[in-house]
């Protein structure tokens, strides 16, 4: 008997895929449209689960390196740095995957297609998925998440190492109660201003293999049933060929919650002729019934498994091993000490110096005596944040700081109280422990347990949301207990999204935001409070001062929200973040002064390290237009690069900016070039008087004309 075609490694894929499909029968194709696809084994078709994680390292497969969760990731500002971090997921994904075929696993969490990164403008705080992102702009979000999805997929002309999954799609951030029956309605303008370019970018750029549509409607369709969404924009506009996939539960909620469909067989029907090709559940069942009735015919259903049938072949599921490059990656590569270590590089990347009034920071390790204080100096939690995987080691905020101290130092820890709740029994103690020390660390903060996905998050009070901005009510009177002893206090704090301090802004003198930092994250945070290397982070996000400088949750406009339309001054700012050491910045250089449409401009400056100590420096580059005829971003990201410096040291940073970068979108969701004024800045931050104010280096600044 001939081989069939589809086994046949040197045909092209396509051509594999559609012969693979022609030989189902209808029963079967639509089983291998649910994500916990079963095997046909009359053709030799393997059974396959489409449904894996890897947002931060390798989720829910066993013991896997841990990385900072994907907010601290965005913090580190350095996409080069990410691209290294997703090339070690990946290398771990393919290990484990064919470590699992070896010992005939095909179970969940053991295959190669893989639901991350989430993309979603964390466009308000009090989202409690917000951690998973990278952050609030969509410049800075599109380069992280190009360079995450070229990390994961590789670069092999012909097979692809992983499927990245870019999610959800597209207009998705809260509130998590709401998310299966939410319409999330947006102008066109605020769609393609700020909820689409890092989608796009994923898939023009980053060449993503995958789209995981949301829970919600926008515009009134359902998105994994959304004509506008999945037909006109990402296959239409976009020209993707690849696959969509639903979250999980959603197509369920077409007819359930959103009640845009009768019954399951039409929510199944409706969601594959809008372009969503696999389901992560089993309402796809349905679609048997559908072909019956009518609803859907049964060359729409090959059309979409023919998508699947597809990615399963540029996986190099069915060709031979030693046809696969990726196949022959050891397993000993999971959890190695060359992912230690980068996870370590990456925490402490991510680091955000926030305050250090007096240069209390960094502290010397001979201190006579050390406090450590909070519920969050001991935890695992703290370290993981969600959709994590098991590192067979990690080090805690007080494990790191313990070894770092000199063998003379008296260290006392207490607790102090729990992360929630009411009880202050442990006040005294932690008050104690104070008295008899010369400084403190206070180790407070947010925790997956009060921020995460709707059922995650036990001590959240909205479904894993927040509906307040600041340290739970324990944790803030813990903080007032200590500062009021009057030690040198130094507070680390921990958590996945913008935390409100107006107070310890005032009351605490050095202030260290270290996200949820990974397996190693003690190590950085240690390694940056006793001076081994200088905090450079920058806040991939905006702190504001209360939930009072916030419109409604539910409100999807723009207006209000984020840096780039926030019309009061924040407490912190977006690409804010201090050093132990001071830039400085000159030299700023337009290769223009007038830019026509479809033209770029390249900008140059100088950025010196005019401090004492080596440091890495964020040089970012804002726009503002200055004459637009219509509402846009009081200033937007145009680019960013981080560099290190020696003491004394300068260097030129360029960028290139695009010609949609210098373009207005229309009402409609055009780009427009308008003619008028444009600002450029160059600064280790917004350049902003608040930034400032806060002891930002002041950046340069130069115009241009658009003609």
């Given amino acids: ?47 396959y689960n489409w449904w894996n994680e890897c947002l931060h390292g390798v989720g829910r497969a066993g013991v896997a390196t841990v990385f900072p969760q994907a907010i601290g990731m965005a913090a580190a500002w ?87 999954t870019p999610k959800h799609y597209a207009v998705h951030s809260g509130p998590e109660r709401l998310r299966h029956e939410f319409d999330a309605r947006v102008s066109r303008k605020d769609l393609y201003e700020t909820y689409l370019p890092a989608f796009r970018a994923c898939v023009q750029e980053g060449g993503a293999a995958s789209v995981m549509g949301a829970y919600n409607r926008t515009g009134g369709e359902p998105c994994c049933a959304s004509p506008t969404l999945l037909g006109d924009i990402l296959r239409g506009e976009w020209g993707f060929a690849g696959y969509v ?37 089993c309402v796809y069942a349905g679609l048997l019934s559908a072909v019956q009735q009518g609803l859907i015919g049964e060359g729409e259903i090959d059309t979409a498994l023919t998508r699947l049938m597809l990615a399963r072949l540029r996986l190099g599921m069915f060709d031979p091993p030693e046809r696969v490059p990726w196949a022959a990656i050891p397993y000993e590569v999971n959890d190695c000490e060359q992912h230690r270590r980068l996870a370590l590089e990456m925490a402490r990347q991510s680091l955000v110096l926030l305050r250090n009034e007096g240069d209390l920071l960094p502290l010397r390790p001979d201190l006579g005596s050390l406090a450590v204080i909070g519920p969050n100096a001991e935890s695992l939690d703290v370290l993981l ?3 994590n995987g098991t590192p067979s080691r990690y080090v805690t905020l007080l494990d790191g700081i313990r070894a ?34 010369d400084a403190v660390i206070l180790c407070l903060g947010l925790t997956p347990r009060i921020e995460g996905e709707e059922g995650d ?55 260290l935001g270290v996200w949820y930092p990974g397996e190693e994250g003690g190590t950085a945070v240690a390694e940056a409070l006793f001076g081994e290397f200088s905090p450079a982070g920058r806040l991939p996000v905006t702190v504001v001062r209360s939930l009072d400088d916030l419109p409604p949750f539910e409100d999807y406009r723009m207006q209000g929200r984020t840096y780039r339309y926030l019309d009061r001054a924040p407490l912190w700012p977006f690409g804010f973040g201090l050093s132990y050491t001071s830039f400085a910045y000159s030299g700023l250089r337009l290769a223009r002064e007038q830019v026509r449409a479809g033209e770029s401009l390249e900008v140059r400056a100088t950025v010196t390290n005019t401090g004492s100590r080596p440091g890495d420096e964020v040089a970012q580059v804002y726009l503002s237009d200055l004459e637009a005829s219509l509402p846009v971003p009081v200033r937007a990201l145009a680019g960013f690069r981080r560099v290190h410096l020696e003491p004394g040291e300068s260097q030129e940073v360029a960028f290139t900016l695009a010609p949609e970068q210098l373009c207005l ?43």
């Fill in 1 to 47: 008997m001939p081989t069939p075609a589809w086994r046949n490694p040197d045909l092209p894929p396509a051509e594999r895929a559609r012969d693979l499909v022609g030989r189902m029968t209808l029963s079967e194709k639509v089983s291998q449209m649910m994500h916990d696809a079963p095997a046909i084994e009359r053709l030799g078709v393997p059974a």
């Fill in 78 to 164: 350095n996409d080069d740095l990410l691209h290294r971090v997703a090339v070690a997921i990946s290398d771990e994904a393919r290990a484990k995957h064919h470590e699992a075929l070896r010992q005939g696993d095909h179970g969940w969490y053991r295959g190669l297609t893989f639901w991350s990164p989430n993309i979603n403008i964390f466009r308000d705080p009090r989202w409690g998925r917000g951690q998973e992102t990278y952050g609030e702009d969509p410049y800075l979000t599109s380069r992280m998440g190009v360079a995450f999805v070229r990390g994961l997929q590789g670069d092999d002309p012909r097979y692809l190492k992983l499927v990245a």
């Fill in 245 to 281: 996939v639903s979250d999980c539960g959603a197509i369920s909620d077409i007819h359930e919650r959103h009640r845009v469909a009768a019954c399951s067989a039409e929510s199944a029907a409706l969601s594959v002729r809008a372009g969503c090709d696999l389901e992560c559940g």
């Fill in 385 to 387: 944040g969600n959709y």
């Fill in 404 to 437: 770092r101290l000199s063998p003379r130092t008296r260290l006392w820890y207490a607790q102090g109280c729990e992360q929630a709740g009411d009880n202050r029994r442990g006040f005294s103690e932690a008050v104690s422990a104070t008295e008899r020390a």
């Fill in 457 to 511: 998050a036990a001590f959240s009070e909205a479904g894993g949301d927040r509906i307040t901005l600041g340290l739970p009510a324990v944790q803030q009177d813990l903080l007032e207990r200590i500062v009021a002893v009057g030690r040198p206090t130094v507070l680390v704090l921990t958590g996945g999204s913008a935390i409100s301090l107006p107070w310890a802004a005032e009351h605490v003198p050095a202030i």
């Fill in 665 to 707: 979108i229309s009402e409609d969701g055009k780009p427009v070039l308008e003619p008028g004024r444009f600002r450029v800045t160059v600064a280790g931050s917004q350049g902003d008087a608040r930034s400032l104010a806060l002891g930002a280096a002041a950046g340069v600044s130069g115009e241009f004309e658009a003609v």
